[in-house]
């Protein structure tokens, strides 16, 4: 079955978080290393904000309270991270050349108003929060319920993700899922498919 729309996941692949900048803000308030992930990522606190039972507010502020510095947590968790620009051009030309792009992100109820902060908003054709449809990857829901939505088999979507869980989940259920690693890799996977609208590979390596 020929692949014709592309599915892609939002952090680790549109958008980039600096990693120093975690270790930064501990650092400046005295915080143990490692211990802001380690709260805020903690099963019982990420999930529910991840499908939309509890509010991004809500989360910062009970990170806040867990490590005893409101200020360090909102300082951490209210980085917008960076747009990779490279790979939005790959987007609008895949649009511009007809091929559907959507996004799947496992995140909070923020997502369109960061997506507007962060000049994208309007650059996919759908963008499927599971903080909106209660559904997060990896579970088998979440794609079916993606691919039900844009009218698509799972076999024709290529999907790629930073998550080697998310991926592997997505290619269980019969999608063409490959793990995001760099531009280059993303546009040559692209061409493999038939998908490439006359971008080349003769670029400069990706960051």
Known sequence: MTVTTVLLDLDGVVRRFDPTHRIGVELRHGIEPGSLAAVAFAPDEVEPVVTGRRTRAEWVERVGRAIGNPGAAREWLDARGQVDHGLMTVVDRLRGAGTPVAVLTNGTDTIPVELVELGIAGRFDVVFNSAEIGLTKPSPSVFAHVCDQLGVEPAEVFFTDDTEGH??????????????????????????LGLDPGLGLDRPADR
């Open 167 to 192: 991926v592997l989940a997505a290619s269980r259920l019969g999608m063409v899922a490959r793990l995001y690693e760099g531009l280059r890799p993303f546009v040559r996977h692209l061409a493999e």
